[in-house]
């Protein structure tokens, strides 16, 4: 006859009966059970595009990026379409520049030529465009200036002119950049009465004022020429107004919602995720990008393993959508894993 347990011994039972561990222990139990799964097809690739003819120079302050001039970007859309990536954003650097921007609605410009170019070349390609004035107006500011004051309303109207030229050329999505109050509405408008309607528009509707964004102004050539984007783009430290710009952008016909930057902004992709029914992207923007490669190249970090954490957590918190430059090197990296 067998002695009965003691109190204790029943209760470290009861808890035993519970071991996480059981599903840790080996890499195949863990991949079977993960939650959370990165794949090539969650990101898009940002592509600086320039003027001139065989240009591919390495960005100072983005080890691994470029500027291409149009007839390189085969090279690169070739591998990263090998990875599995099929999305893109495209940004444009032109020679010259004006106040207001103008030389963006040239059909012929850096942009239309790239995207026509592109579209093409690659049936697979989706092709997306940024649609703002920083890249084109010699005062590195997002919009039409009255004074030092950008014009929010005179701003929509070339927009609209700039995102009509994209989609002729082939873009299959414009992404206006420059928080614009209005300016989903005001795309849609102009590209539904081209008989575009097809083209989607993928808004950066909460983008922040973020010092995380240096190195891509360095790639851009659009850093502002005296202030800041304060006056337009969202204060760091507020919650709640990112909602209400995200669900303005809903109502405004919106087919994608932005979250810009990714990694210090986790909790505002959750309250986007949770709060909409579209799918919600997110941009690791370039200082995010710039540090992981910076301490990876200092010995700092295992620079690999950061990056996927990093992916993962934008992934986990509710990104549909991650617009990264770590697109091709993390895909690269997963079809090993696979």
């Known amino acids: 006859m067998s002695l009965p347990l003691d109190v204790l011994s029943v209760n470290s039972m009861l808890e035993l009966r519970h071991r996480p561990r059981r599903l840790r222990r080996t890499s195949t139990i863990r991949d079977l059970v993960r939650e959370t799964r990165l794949s090539p097809k969650d990101f898009i690739m940002p592509l600086f595009v320039v003027e001139g003819h065989n240009v591919k120079n390495e960005i100072g302050s ?15 859309t070739d591998s990263l ?53 920083c890249e084109y107006t010699n005062h590195g500011h997002c919009g039409l200036l009255d004074g030092h004051s ?50 989607a528009i993928m808004s950066y509707s ?20 005296f202030g800041d984007r304060r006056g337009y783009q969202m204060d760091p430290a507020n919650r709640r ?8 952008d809903v109502h405004e016909g919106a087919d994608i919602v932005m979250v810009k930057p990714a990694l210090a902004y986790l909790d505002i992709i959750r309250e986007v ?7 919600v992207a997110c941009y690791s923007v370039s200082g995010e990008y710039t540090m992981i490669k910076l301490a990876a190249q200092a010995g700092l970090i295992d620079g690999d393993a950061i990056m996927l954490e990093s992916l993962t957590a934008m992934k986990r918190a509710g990104a549909d959508i991650i617009i990264t430059y770590f697109a091709e090197d993390a895909s690269r990296l997963l079809s090993r894993k696979a």
């Open 81 to 133: 379409l090998d990875v599995g990536v099929q999305h893109v954003i495209l940004f444009g650097i032109p020679d010259e520049k004006d106040s207001e921007g103008r030389v963006s609605l040239d059909s012929d410009g850096i942009i239309q030529r790239a995207a026509r170019h592109l579209r093409e070349q690659y049936a697979e390609l989706f092709i997306t465009t940024d649609v703002c004035l």
């Open 241 to 248: 107004e990112a909602l209400r710009e995200v669900l303005d």
């Open 62 to 76: 983005m080890q691994g990026q470029y500027h291409f001039s149009v007839d390189r970007l085969n090279e690169v």
């Open 273 to 279: 995720r949770d709060s909409v029914n579209l799918p």
């Open 150 to 199: 950008v014009n929010n309303d005179e701003t929509l109207l070339i927009l609209q002119e700039q995102a009509v030229s994209h989609a002729r050329a082939g873009a299959d999505m414009v992404a206006p950049s420059g928080m614009m109050d209005g300016v989903v509405a005001a795309l849609r408008v102009a590209l539904d009465e081209a008989e575009l309607v097809e083209t």
């Open 206 to 225: 909460a983008k922040y004022a973020s010092a995380y964004y240096g190195p891509f102004r360095d790639a851009a050539q659009s850093a502002p020429a």
